[in-house]
């Protein structure tokens, strides 16, 4: 269902997992995917289809690209550490110019509806993209937002969360209901990484099914009030 395409950033070009509605469908908006710290690989690229075959126009950017290209990392102790070294040299404000790029992408070719869906480091930059690019967010365990917590909501925003997760403490879902009173909150069974559907160590099956189910009511409801004239 999808293909590689090259966004142009002020980063340089930037390569995107592309993938569009069933053919003869019209598309019911876009939605940006935000890949976790391991790349964009077969499971990123799998969710992207899966919300083309859900009606959307998604667009997965490789926002390491800038760092190292075709990044596609094991889920294991090495990957993770690779990971983190790629988020620390990339850095925030150029991870948002990207996502800014996709916004002004997807804008040129007509979409007026826009959201974004984040997982894990791509959780919190969802958050970010909804403080910083007013686009409609849905952030799944997004292990790093807290620092950025007293940024407003400029958009509809979904934090989702799993139960037993280490990276997020009750405390720090706390601290999200307590900085973002607005925000919608679900709260599912299962560890950081529950949607990761290629990682048996940590896939909730029920709890990533529901919360498919929940982004997909957000994403009807956000993008379109936000195509509305």
């Known amino acids: 269902m999808g ?7 002020p980063s340089g070009p930037v390569n995107a997992w592309r ?71 990339l850095g925030t404000e150029r991870a948002v110019g990207i996502l800014r790029s996709c916004r002004g992408a997807l804008h040129t070719e007509g979409h007026r509806g826009i959201g974004v869906v984040g997982f894990c480091w791509g959780g919190t930059l969802a958050f970010l993209a909804n403080t910083r690019l007013a686009l409609p967010a849905v952030s799944y365990y997004g292990a790093r ?15 989702q969360f799993g139960a037993e997760d280490s990276a997020i403490p009750p405390e720090d879902i706390a601290r999200h209901r307590s900085a973002q009173p607005d925000a919608e909150f679900l709260v599912h069974p299962g560890e950081h990484g529950f949607n990761r559907d290629v990682d048996p160590d940590h896939y909730h099956a029920a709890s990533a099914a529901a919360a498919r189910r929940a982004t997909l009511a957000f994403l009807d409801a956000a993008l379109r009030q936000d195509a509305t004239p």
């Open 145 to 159: 937002t807290v620092p950025f917590l007293d940024e407003p909501l400029q958009a509809p925003m979904l934090f």
């Open 3 to 9: 293909r590689d395409v090259i966004l142009a950033t």
């Open 19 to 89: 993938a569009d509605p069933p053919h003869g469908a019209a598309a019911l908006g876009a939605v940006v995917v935000i890949q976790e710290i391991f790349g964009v690989n077969a499971h990123i690229r799998s969710v992207a289809d899966g919300y083309a075959a859900a009606g959307y126009v998604a667009l997965a950017p490789a926002l390491f690209d800038p760092v190292a290209r075709h990044v596609e990392l094991a889920y294991d102790a090495d990957g993770f550490a690779r990971g983190r070294e790629i988020v620390e040299a």
